[in-house]
Each structure stands twice: as structure tokens, then as C-alpha cells.
């Protein structure tokens, strides 16, 4: 049985305002209820749809496209950076060509950990990467390679380090990753494009393929923001080659273009002309 609650009070007297309802308002609120944080706090929150800003110091790319859509405009220090590419050692020295003459500027050393294949000197002179500055460690295991990442990253010893790891697994990128928070440069690691379907702990994740034009084809797998849709095009020439390459050669995809469309045109003339025969003069006969 519900009780009936009145006011015994004087009917001069107002009567008090009912208490908010919790239930109303538990889960609620109102547009004009917003909650605002304190600056200091609101500039740390970071939104998904955002594009995130590095909390650490970051390193140029040299490609103003390409920072533009990382986050903190540039490669991040104190973390790790994955590089997927089809065939190693093809496009990574392009693409980190422009962050290296900066770390070499600045007379830190650039390390590189386990390459494929033999680095060509003079092609990083062109890069400017030269062997004054450039510390070159063949591990020919995983596992050694795998060591020697990490005791580079725990030291602290190089300005941009750059580790072939195709093998490494989900629990080694993760302590990586952890380890790379005492490490003041860049560390990237190149592994294959089929990595790409496996989870890591790398906080960016990029994508690089080879163009018609010399440029590259980057997507952003992985960033602190929201997911990138298109690829990026990087210009980028191999060194020495574009003092020598000719107009036509700058752009094959005009070539290609023009090829294609010879092959597929239709021909004025179907089959060959029949071959000529000799005219006889026919005279009558008396």
C-alpha cells in the first residue's frame, strides 16, 4: 500500500523543491552539463578521431606529406617504428634518407643491424650517410640479431638505429617496445609485407611500395589517430640517378602509357596486298 505524503505546513509558506532523482540522472547529461577539464589536462586528453600528438621528441621524415600524417609531424624517438615492405633493403634507405642526413649532421652515428644484403656506400654518400659515421653489425641469426637490437636500444647507442627483424615474434616486439623508452633516437624495425595481418606492438606501422615514377607508395598501417585511407607519394629519386636519367625517363608511366596504347590500336590495313602480276597484251590474230 503506497503512502500519501502531504504538506502540513501554513499555506503562505512555499513549499520546498523535490530532490533530483539519481535514476534521471545516472548516466545522463545534459548538453548544457558538460564536463570541462582544466587546460593542463584537456591538451594530455587525446580523441580517436584526432590525429595524436607525440608526448616524446620526434625526428623529421624530410617529406612534409609524409609528416603531416604522423603523429607529432615526424619519425618518434623512444619508440618503435615498423617498416613492411615487399623485398627488403629496396626502399628503406630512400625513405629514411633524409632522417639520416640529420642524424649525421648532428655527428650521431647511424646503426644498422643484420641488413640482407651488403650496404652500398657510395649510394648512402648520396644519401649522406658516410662509414665515419655508419656502424654496421651482421648478425646472421634471428636470435642474434634479435640480442643485439635489444643491447643497442638498453644502451642508448646510437642516433637512428635500423634492425632487420623478418622473424620476430609478438612477445619480442612487445619487449622491444618497452625497452625503446630509454632510447633518444628513432628505432625502426624492417620486416616483410606479410606482417602486416600480424599484431605488434609498435606504436606506427608503415607501408612502403615501389611507384612507376621512382616515387614511394607509403600507408600508415598503424598510428595514434584515425585510420588512413589513401597512400602517400613520396618523391624520390635514387641517388645520382637523377643527374643522368632524361625527361622521358623521369616519368616511365608516360612510356607505358604510350605502349599500351599502340598496342591497342586497331590496324588500318587487315592481312597483306596480293602480289602484283604482270600486265600481257593481248594482239589479235590475222
Known amino acids: 500500500m503506497a503512502a500519501v505524503l502531504r504538506w502540513t505546513g501554513d499555506e503562505d509558506e512555499p513549499v520546498p523543491a523535490p530532490l ?24 594530455a586528453v587525446w580523441r580517436g578521431a584526432e590525429l595524436g600528438s607525440s608526448v616524446t621528441t620526434v625526428l623529421s621524415s624530410g617529406f ?56 652500398h656506400l657510395p649510394g648512402l654518400r648520396f644519401a649522406g650517410l658516410d662509414e665515419r659515421h655508419l656502424v654496421w653489425i651482421q648478425a646472421e641469426t634471428p636470435s642474434e640479431r634479435l640480442w643485439v637490437t635489444e643491447q643497442l636500444v638498453k644502451s642508448n647507442s646510437a642516433g637512428l638505429l635500423v634492425s632487420w627483424l623478418p622473424q620476430a615474434r609478438q612477445e619480442q616486439i612487445r619487449r622491444l617496445q618497452v625497452c625503446a623508452g630509454a632510447c633518444d633516437g628513432p628505432v625502426f624495425l624492417c620486416r616483410p609485407a606479410a606482417a602486416e595481418f600480424e599484431p605488434s606492438a609498435a606504436p606506427l606501422r608503415v607501408q612502403v611500395r615501389l611507384g612507376v615514377d621512382w616515387e614511394l607508395q607509403v600507408h600508415l598501417l598503424k598510428r595514434k589517430g584515425p585510420t588512413h585511407e589513401s597512400d602517400i607519394l613520396l618523391p624520390s629519386i635514387p641517388g645520382g640517378l637523377d643527374s643522368i636519367l632524361t625527361p622521358r625517363l623521369m616519368k616511365p608511366s608516360l612510356l607505358l602509357a604510350a605502349r599500351e596504347l599502340r598496342d591497342t590500336e586497331v590496324p588500318r590495313v587487315v592481312g597483306s596486298p596480293a602480289p602484283r602480276q604482270a600486265s600481257v597484251r593481248r594482239v589479235a590474230a590475222h
Open 20 to 43: 533530483p532523482s539519481a535514476r534521471c540522472h545516472r548516466g545522463r547529461r545534459t548538453p548544457g552539463q558538460a564536463l570541462e577539464l582544466p587546460p593542463e589536462l584537456s591538451s
Open 64 to 119: 612534409p606529406a609524409l609528416d603531416a600524417e604522423l603523429p607529432g609531424a615526424g619519425w618518434p624517438c623512444h619508440s618503435l617504428t615498423e617498416i613492411l615492405q615487399p623485398q627488403p633493403t629496396v626502399t628503406e634507405w630512400r625513405l629514411l634518407a633524409p632522417s639520416i642526413r640529420k642524424v649525421v649532421a648532428s655527428g650521431l652515428q647511424v646503426v644498422i643491424v643484420g641488413p640482407p644484403k651488403h650496404p
